[in-house]
């Protein structure tokens, strides 16, 4: 696995070159915004990768409350944070595109904008639950927590639909079709963030799978002191450094 | 639920609990490293160690409150946690409310064992030598007092098995005495008795097993409180109450 | 079935006996809340015609931070000597002392808003121009959303450093169509302008699911030590 | 065509969140690995 890594760098690389070039040379301006509207390729498929890695961190977290095993909990915790990531670049470009299309930084009836943020939030309360906790079984406390972020998705976009009805809304929805050329890049740009995605995961995943060694090896060093090492070890693996 | 009658125990002796292979890891710090023992029912075994060796892990992992990280414990071949009925649990902290009396206290915990009626609590609170009348909070009992109210709280629902950690720390000599004997009457009514101590020499003759652990481990299991300790490290000198 | 609802019964008894005597929950509760009131009167503009728009949101704010206080009370009172460690030994349902401990906190926060909306009313000198009745059912149902999930989110808090810090940290994130459902709801009957329909229904979905997934995880919360 | 600075901005602004979150994997690594090798040496 590990040789595949390096070319699939590669390959991830030239494919967002290659995405960056359709989107900023060959597909055509659209006719209302003019160039700025070329943000949504980055913008959206962002967003999509978000959401993707966010399922994936509630479904990992289900199976984790099911199954206990160790390695769909570190599944779990990767696409939260990778995920984090990727609403953060959608929260920061969204905005970006608002300013000159709408006028204005932030729409609070926004529906997408604002529910992704609300989204950002809980997946930001699920990391420092995971950093801030003692337990023994921080894993099982995330696990609920995801599942409960999740649960919470629909309702934030129901409220924040109805909510949205009260107020003036700024946002001319994205009625009309799109052009297939801009679709066509657009799913090519998911396509390049998804690769990179995949690839930032996988390095965090790793780091995950290091750190929980490494957090082992201390364990077994802790109570070595009155030469008990050599008679007990713990059964979880420990890589040579 | 067993099918052997209580006072048959202290003759027809077998394993009341079942260690095997538990290793219980907290972050970057191990507190048992694979124990793996068996204790009879109807005995009286004392935990001894170092502070830190693992005793008060150990005793939270059979009473079902830490879930070992591997390896498995069984209790008259159930689960822990399905044999809560059968075991007493009292550690260092009360598990009382402070502003409440001891028969309000023993009501509550014998609501959730699903026992009804004040028999039951009065019954505990005179085995352990209190007044089940007393009218004041328990936050306001001596060390002594709030150890053995404790003590009945863990002796409400009469479970077969008991365990106690540091029963005898914090209080006088002469309670510390008295605990002793509670302890070996019960242990004499046929009940397994654990109880995890710094002061072994107060166990001297009442205790029938005495149980050293060290780093995580059992490393020695005797009959003589003296020789409990004579496999550990030289490196670790330590003994007695902090 | 029996025995849960005992024991939820008798964990509630003790719980209100508890806090009785000592009056820890409520009296910081209320006067938490009473000088969030004089705050907000200093910072907006009580008298102000549009008050009535911003009435909603600032009585939810109250009472959101309100209950927080009460949340963080009601684990603390377990964690003094430890007596969380004699219920799990307990065979009780862990179910029992959720929903004692829901219902307990939902007793402790509705008598708080009880006390203090008369205060708003008059601070605010508010009076309803919509279906009055209907903040009734939105105050039940709202506060219930808080208090349920903050049941749980303080029980999960328990096993973390900072531990009242974390509470609002976990709670408000997922609290937020509920705080919507409620501001939007009380504002929309003080103003009259829309009906409120809308937010019973959301605030009742959101109290269903989130009482379903409280109690099918918290015995897994409350073991996970 | 004065939007054109926010389409740059936002594309450099990806860019530099990325490049941040994996500059902190990159320090979480080395990290680890010198905890490693000191652990390996004891």
Known sequence: MKRFFPILSILTAILLAYALYQALVVVPTDALQGDVYRIIYYHVPSAWTAFLLFLINFVAS?????RRSPKVDIVALVCAEVGVVFCTVVLVTGPIWARPVWGIWWAPGDIRLTSTLVLWLIYVSYLVLRRFSTSAQTQVLAAALAVFGALDVPLVYFSIWFFRTQHPQPVIGGGGSMDPRMLRVLLINWLAFLCFAFLVCWSRYRLEVLHREVDQAHALESLAGAGMAEKASLPLSRSAP | MSDVPNNAWPNNVRPAINVHNVIKQFGRFAALRGVTAEFDAGRFHAILGDNGAGKTTLLRAIAGL?????????IFGKAPRDACRDLGYMPHPSLLYDEMSGMENLRYFAGLYGIGGDDACQAAIRAVGLDPELPRPVGQYSQ?????????????????????????????????????????????????????????????????EFIWMQAGQIVNRTTNARTAASVRAPDSSREGAP | MNSLWAVTLATLKKD???????????????????????IFAFAFDPLAEESRHIAGGLIWVAFLFAAVVALNQTWARELRNQVLDAYRVSPAPANALFLAKAVGNFIFVSVLEALMTPLFVV???????????????????????????????AAMSLRTRSREIMLPLLLFPISIPAVLGMVA????????????????????????????????????????? | MNAIKFLFAAYIATWVIHAFYLGTLVRRFSRLREQLRELGKK
């Open chain 3, 185 to 225: 709801g009380t504002t929309a009957v003080l103003t009259g302008d829309n009906p409120a329909h809308f937010y019973i229904v959301l605030l009742l979905t959101y109290d269903v699911v989130f009482t379903t997934a409280c109690l099918l995880l918290f015995e897994t919360i409350l073991h996970a030590e």
């Open chain 2, 144 to 208: 002594g007092m709030r150890q053995r109210m404790s003590l009945a709280r863990a002796l409400l629902h009469d479970p077969k098995i008991l365990l106690l950690d540091e029963p005898f720390s914090n209080v006088d000599v002469h309670s510390a005495a008295e605990m002793v004997a509670l302890l070996k009457s019960m242990r004499g009514a046929g009940k397994t008795i654990f109880v995890v101590t710094h002061q072994a020499s107060l166990l001297e003759g009442v205790a029938d």
């Open chain 2, 66 to 74: 830490a879930q070992p990280t591997q390896g498995r414990i069984s």
């Open chain 3, 16 to 38: 209100i006996r508890l806090e009785w005597r000592s009056k820890d929950a409520l009296n910081s509760m209320l006067f938490f809340s009473l000088l969030v009131v004089v």
């Open chain 3, 123 to 153: 601070f605010y000198n508010l009076h309803v121009l919509g279906p009055a009745w209907q903040l009734i059912p939105i105050a039940l149902l709202g506060t219930w959303a808080l208090v349920v999930n903050g049941t749980f989110f």
């Open chain 1, 62 to 66: 289900i199976i984790y409350l099911i």
